[in-house]
């Protein structure tokens, strides 16, 4: 393809369900509108032989970008851009984010560069800037990347149109890589928050309003909103701080295998495979090796990686593959040695969060507004029993020996906010029916085990729990659970070379994100999410 032909809407692959004779018919027509458009802005946009300014503006050649040489430019980058600099010469690269004529002799044009933008002023004026250059910045398309060479200055009235408080007086513009005239989404249409559509309504007005797999089937141009901005930024420091975190504790990062030959939780949501010849299929979590690796004398490991769920869940907090954050460690005497390494961590963390990211929590929270995150210095743990009868006395009943529902974490959060004032607490010794094979039954009562869930917002996001490190046991807890012991039995032998004993836990990445900054879908802050009905782009 060459740089004048634009790509069409949309294909076969970014397409979730095949297109009809009428859609394809549309989008044929809308390709051939956009090829219309992008010769017709070629054209516009053509520079004028007898203009003495011409080599001040234009698009630069490919072989000028295939590394032909190193000019020793420096670029600013946009972030560094302040008042400190004024009346010095910049360059900077970015996106054309809004382009605005103001007749034949001038033009805006607001640059965008990670989440951060800049005014930029094109003035005719002689020997500096020309008719023909204000015509070919106008005629540059929206999201097209651009090299701005200009002075810096500050105007005495505040701007409102970008983030940044400082102009750019242009003096040289290059269109470093075109976007198609037309695009799929508007950034400024994809990055608007509910209540300006609703605030828009009642004034009977209707403003474009971008769904949920409209985003995801143009994900590239979605991102690029200040609001996914930042939530794949706070998305970055969860990870760099569950990192830091145990590495500073003397945990040792490790990395397993995706690939297993059985099912790592049991059940029948696992993604299965041919392994040249050999049934197998991709981990449902890290569980069995980190395990081992605990048995190999590394006493405390971690682990972020994907995870691969095969469950056919059409929920707002389930995906069929996600990133892990996972956690084994040795245990000394009790398994609450492993909730306090999640207290400290998790309060550690929505405390960076909120002291390093605030530019990027006030971008999330002016498209998806929500409240800070209420929890305590000292994470609140509720026994189960404890959890059921605060239930019980609001009205709700839940089965002692079961599992909670969504609903009924939800009225328990709700609950446990009224009567402790935080959103973020652990349950633990949970009934064993519903805990993995691994899971470690209580001392006094093997209708228990000694595991945990903890709780964001009234949603789970945490599992974790002492295992069973005593082999023949282990045999027998997987059989219960249906599990073919001959494919996990190196996993079981590991436990009879001496084995200390042991717990963990496992998070979900994407969760802790979506519930922190208290988002409506999981799919939001999945970068490409996979679920039962996506697997593109």
Same mark, same amino acid.
């Given at each position: 393809?060459?740089?004048?032909?634009?790509?069409?809407?949309?294909?076969?692959?970014?397409?979730?369900?095949?297109?009809?004779?009428?859609?394809?018919?549309?989008?044929?027509?809308?390709?051939?509108?956009?090829?219309?458009?992008?010769?017709?802005?070629?054209?516009?946009?053509?520079?004028?032989?007898?203009?003495?300014?011409?080599?001040?503006?234009?698009?630069?050649?490919?072989?000028?970008?295939?590394?032909?040489?190193?000019?020793?430019?420096?670029?600013?980058?946009?972030?560094?851009?302040?008042?400190?600099?004024?009346?010095?010469?910049?360059?900077?690269?970015?996106?054309?984010?809004?382009?605005?004529?103001?007749?034949?002799?001038?033009?805006?044009?607001?640059?965008?560069?990670?989440?951060?933008?800049?005014?930029?002023?094109?003035?005719?004026?002689?020997?500096?800037?020309?008719?023909?250059?204000?015509?070919?910045?106008?005629?540059?398309? /929206?999201?097209?990347?651009?090299?701005?060479?200009?002075?810096? $200055?500050?105007?005495?009235?505040?701007?409102?149109?970008?983030?940044?408080?400082?102009?750019?007086? &242009?003096?040289?513009?290059?269109?470093?890589?075109?976007?198609?005239?037309?695009?799929?989404?508007?950034?400024?249409?994809?990055?608007?928050?509910?209540?300006?559509?609703?605030?828009?309504?009642?004034? %009977?007005?209707?403003?474009?309003?971008?769904?949920?797999?409209?985003?995801?089937?143009?994900?590239?141009?979605?991102?690029?909103?200040?609001?996914?901005?930042?939530?794949?930024?706070?998305?970055?420091?969860?990870?760099?701080?569950? /990192?830091?975190?145990?590495?500073?504790?003397?945990?040792?990062?490790?990395?397993?295998?995706?690939?297993?030959?059985?099912?790592?939780?049991?059940?029948?949501?696992?993604? /299965?495979?041919?392994?040249?010849?050999?049934?197998?299929?991709?981990?449902?979590?890290?569980?069995?090796?980190?395990?081992?690796?605990?048995?190999?004398?590394?006493?405390?490991?971690?682990?972020?990686?994907?995870?691969?769920?095969?469950?056919?869940?059409?929920?707002?907090?389930?995906?069929?593959?996600?990133?892990?954050?996972?956690?084994?460690?040795?245990?000394?005497?009790?398994?609450?040695?492993?909730?306090?390494?999640?207290?400290?961590?998790?309060?550690?963390?929505?405390?960076?969060?909120?002291?390093?990211?605030?530019?990027?929590?006030?971008?999330?929270?002016?498209?998806?507004?929500?409240?800070?995150?209420?929890?305590?210095?000292?994470?609140?743990?509720?026994?189960?029993?404890?959890?059921?009868?605060?239930?019980?006395?609001?009205?709700?009943?839940?089965?002692?020996? %079961?599992?909670?529902?969504?609903?009924?974490?939800?009225?328990?959060?709700?609950?446990?906010?009224?009567?402790?004032?935080?959103?973020?607490?652990?349950?633990?010794?949970?009934?064993?029916? &519903?805990?993995?094979?691994?899971?470690?039954?209580?001392?006094?009562?093997?209708?228990? $085990?000694?595991?945990?869930?903890?709780?964001?917002? %009234?949603?789970?996001?945490?599992?974790?729990?002492?295992?069973?490190?005593?082999?023949?046991?282990?045999?027998?807890?997987?059989?219960?659970? %249906?599990?073919?012991?001959?494919?996990?039995?190196?996993?079981?032998?590991?436990?009879?070379?001496?084995?200390?004993?042991?717990?963990?836990?496992?998070?979900?990445?994407?969760?802790?994100?979506?519930?922190?900054?208290?988002?409506?879908?999981?799919?939001?802050?999945?970068?490409?999410?996979?679920?039962?009905?996506?697997?593109?782009?």
């Amino acid at each position: 393809m060459s740089s004048e032909e634009a790509p069409p809407l949309i294909s076969d692959e970014t397409s979730d369900k095949k297109l009809s004779k009428k859609e394809a018919a549309k989008l044929e027509r809308q390709r051939k509108r956009q090829e219309a458009a992008a010769a017709s802005a070629i054209s516009a946009v053509a520079i004028e032989a007898d203009d003495p300014l011409a080599e001040n503006y234009g698009e630069i050649a490919l072989k000028d970008l295939q590394s032909k040489k190193i000019s020793g430019k420096k670029w600013t980058e946009l972030k560094n851009l302040t008042d400190l600099l004024k009346d010095q010469v910049v360059l900077i690269r970015g996106r054309a984010q809004t382009i605005r004529a103001v007749g034949k002799k001038m033009a805006f044009i607001v640059v965008r560069e990670r989440g951060f933008t800049v005014q930029c002023v094109l003035n005719v004026s002689p020997g500096a800037v020309s008719p023909q250059m204000v015509k070919f910045a106008t005629g540059v398309s /929206r999201e097209s990347i651009v090299d701005i060479e200009g002075v810096v $200055s500050v105007p005495a009235q505040p701007i409102t149109g970008a983030t940044l408080q400082v102009e750019i007086q &242009v003096n040289k513009l290059y269109c470093v890589n075109k976007a198609v005239p037309t695009l799929p989404i508007n950034i400024e249409d994809a990055a608007r928050s509910e209540t300006d559509i609703e605030k828009a309504l009642q004034l %009977g007005e209707q403003l474009v309003r971008v769904n949920q797999d409209t985003r995801l089937n143009f994900r590239v141009l979605d991102m690029r909103t200040p609001a996914n901005q930042g939530i794949f930024r706070v998305q970055c420091q969860v990870e760099n701080i569950f /990192r830091q975190f145990l590495l500073s504790e003397g945990f040792v990062g490790i990395h397993t295998p995706k690939l297993i030959a059985g099912s790592s939780e049991g059940g029948s949501a696992v993604f /299965r495979l041919d392994y040249k010849g050999t049934p197998a299929c991709l981990a449902q979590s890290p569980q069995l090796h980190k395990q081992m690796s605990i048995c190999g004398d590394f006493g405390r490991v971690f682990e972020i990686g994907p995870v691969f769920r095969a469950e056919d869940s059409f929920t707002h907090r389930h995906l069929c593959e996600f990133t892990g954050l996972d956690v084994e460690m040795e245990i000394k005497e009790h398994y609450s040695e492993v909730m306090d390494v999640v207290d400290r961590l998790f309060v550690g963390m929505f405390d960076c969060l909120n002291e390093n990211c605030s530019m990027e929590l006030e971008a999330i929270n002016k498209q998806y507004p929500f409240e800070k995150l209420k929890y305590l210095r000292n994470t609140l743990r509720l026994t189960f029993e404890e959890g059921v009868q605060m239930l019980k006395e609001a009205g709700v009943e839940i089965d002692p020996l %079961g599992d909670l529902n969504t609903e009924s974490e939800r009225k328990l959060g709700q609950l446990v906010l009224e009567n402790y004032g935080t959103e973020f607490y652990i349950l633990h010794h949970y009934p064993l029916a &519903v805990r993995p094979f691994y899971t470690m039954p209580c001392y006094d009562n093997p209708s228990y $085990s000694n595991s945990f869930d903890v709780f964001i917002r %009234g949603e789970e996001i945490i599992s974790g729990a002492q295992r069973v490190h005593v082999p023949e046991y282990l045999s027998e807890r997987a059989q219960a659970c %249906g599990i073919d012991v001959k494919t996990i039995s190196t996993y079981i032998d590991s436990f009879r070379y001496g084995a200390p004993p042991h717990g963990g836990f496992g998070v979900g990445l994407e969760r802790v994100v979506m519930l922190f900054c208290a988002l409506n879908n999981i799919r939001k802050t999945s970068l490409f999410p996979r679920d039962p009905q996506r697997i593109t782009p």
